[in-house]
Every structure is written in C-alpha cells, then in structure tokens.
T-cell receptor, first 111, second 117 residues
Framework: NAGVMQNPRHLVRRRGQEARLRCSPMKGHSHVYWYRQLPEEGLKFMVYLQKENIIDESGMPKERFSAEFPKEGPSILRIQQVVRGDSAAYFC?????????FGDGTRLSIL | SQKIEQNSEALNIQEGKTATLTCNYTNYSPAYLQWYRQDPGRGPVFLLLIRENEKEKRKERLKVTFDTTLKQSLFHITASQPADSATYLCALGPTDAGGTSYGKLTFGQGTILTVHP
C-alpha cells in the first residue's frame, strides 16, 4: 500500500517563475492537506481539500497561492511569481478521516 | 491566538532510560491531540492520537497522556534506543460531531530527541 507521494522532491525556480507541487494521496483517502515548513520554523497549515472542494484555506497566503484536488489526478499546490520567501519544504498529508499521513515533501528553492 | 509549546527544544538521554516530552497549549480547546515523529529530510510519521475524553493511550513502548485541565500532553518513550533519535511533534486538531478527527492540525515546534548509546 503506497504512502502519500509527492513530486518533485526538489524544485528550483527563479524569482517570478511558477512552481507546481503535486501530491497523490494514499488509496482510499479523500481528504488532502497542505502544510509549509519554513527553515527553523514548525509546520504551518495552508489548505484542506476534498475531491473538487476547498474545505479550509485559512492558512493560504491571499495572493499567488492556489490549490486544487480534481476528481481525477493528484492534488496540486500552485505558487505563481515565486519570491525568495517562498523557499520552504511543502508537505502534503492525506486522510480518510482520522490521523493524517504525510508525504516526504517538496523542497522548493528560489534563486 | 492559539499557542502550542513543546517545552524542550532538545532532549538528550541515555539508552534504556525513559524519554518524556511535554506539549502545552493555550487559547485552544482541541478535541484531539496527535504525536508525530520526523526524521531529517522526511515527512512526519504518525505515532499516536488521543482524544479529549481519554486520559492515556499506549502503543508498544510509547505512552501519551492528555490533561485538558492543565492543557498539557506528555509523551513517554520507555526503554529508549538510539533508533528513537528524531524530532517529535505534537499537533492539535478539531473533530466533527461523529468524533472523527478532521481539519487542520496546529503543530508545536518540535523536540529533538537524541538517545546516546
């Protein structure tokens, strides 16, 4: 039973480019969460999605960030016009209801 | 605002001893609390969940307590081993009317545990 799969594991972008982070939840999990871990900081919630619906986006920056979880395919976290401050590890978690199971993250570096 | 503190940034203990990690919270009434382990370069791995109406939970060498009056959880690893060395995170979350945990988790900063042989 494969765990939560995130890709790419490492992503390098130049300022102003777009970053697309993908998350395939565990089989049977319909709840997906995105968290961000900045250097020397703890995990911070960004967004909670169920298939085709955003349930809670209270942790998402108001601009440049968006997330989706389509009926088919992985969940996508999209960051437009990246800035240096977006450099972080982005973790996805999935759940059927109950404990959340995390992927190993995408480490985003902005040049 | 909600605040979660894990009292030790780092904890060093000798192999075989019991490690005790503390998680305190304020301005929050969580329905459940979870403990995770995180190794360098990896995502958090779920260890234990305890609900607000449970006082204690055990799993193998792990034990968690949850005191909603003190707003504190203690996480114990008995007979610790060097392989237990990692960062341990506590996380608080809400629940739904059915008692299942849903929704965002609020994490503490983590405690780095090092078990020396």
């Amino acid at each position: 039973n494969a765990g939560v799969m995130q890709n790419p594991r490492h992503l390098v972008r130049r300022r102003g480019q777009e970053a697309r982070l993908r998350c395939s939840p565990m089989k049977g999990h319909s709840h997906v969460y995105w968290y961000r871990q900045l250097p020397e900081e703890g995990l911070k919630f960004m967004v909670y999605l169920q298939k085709e619906n955003i349930i809670d986006e209270s942790g998402m920056p108001k601009e440049r960030f968006s997330a989706e979880f389509p009926k088919e395919g992985p969940s996508i976290l999209r960051i437009q016009q990246v800035v240096r401050g977006d450099s972080a590890a982005y973790f996805c978690a999935s759940s059927p209801g109950g404990p959340q199971h995390f992927g190993d993250g995408t480490r985003l570096s902005i040049l | 605002s909600q605040k979660i503190e894990q009292n030790s940034e780092a904890l060093n203990i000798q192999e075989g001893k019991t490690a005790t990690l503390t998680c305190n919270y304020t301005n929050y009434s969580p329905a459940y609390l979870q403990w995770y382990r995180q190794d360098p370069g990896r995502g958090p791995v779920f260890l234990l969940l305890i609900r607000e109406n449970e006082k204690e939970k055990r799993k193998e060498r792990l034990k968690v307590t949850f005191d909603t009056t003190l707003k504190q959880s203690l996480f114990h690893i008995t007979a610790s081993q060097p392989a237990d060395s990692a960062t341990y995170l506590c996380a608080l979350g809400p629940t739904d009317a059915g008692g299942t945990s849903y929704g965002k988790l609020t994490f503490g900063q983590g405690t780095i545990l090092t078990v020396h042989p």
